[in-house]
């Protein structure tokens, strides 16, 4: 069975940085396209980052409008983890950081594409 398990999230305040990890264990991991997504109080589950399968590199990524710029996913197969590192960070990225992996192909960006999800890492940002 995948677990996919987040961690590195806490309180910073506004302009700071945090570096978000998920650990993937029992599965292909290097098979995967691993994303982020995050859930506000009150609002939807929203597309953050993803990284394509097996190259992972600049062109492979992807992110939302709203991050761009200032966040950078990463992955690491030796660990089985990815990384979410959040730079100049505002009071409306306070969320539940999500991760999630897929070995299937669809929407980047759409909740139903994922097949596996960690348990989610609180982000606080105060202003």
């Known amino acids: 069975q995948v677990q996919l398990v987040e961690s590195g999230g806490g309180l910073v305040q506004a302009g700071g940085s945090l570096r978000l990890s998920c650990a993937a264990s029992g599965g292909t991991f290097v098979i995967w396209t691993m994303a982020w997504f995050r859930q506000a109080p009150g609002k939807e589950r929203e597309f953050v980052a993803r990284g394509t399968v097996d190259t992972w590199n600049a062109d492979s990524t992807f992110y939302a409008d709203s991050v761009k710029g200032r966040f950078t996913v990463s992955r690491d197969n030796t660990k089985n983890a990815v990384y979410l590192q959040m730079n100049a960070l505002k009071p409306e990225d306070t969320a539940v950081y999500y991760c999630?992996?897929?070995?299937?192909?669809?929407?980047?960006?759409?909740?139903?594409?994922?097949?596996?999800w960690g348990q989610g890492t609180q982000v606080t940002v105060s202003s």
């Open positions: 999630a992996g897929t070995s299937r192909s669809g929407s980047d960006t759409d909740t139903e594409t994922y097949d596996y």
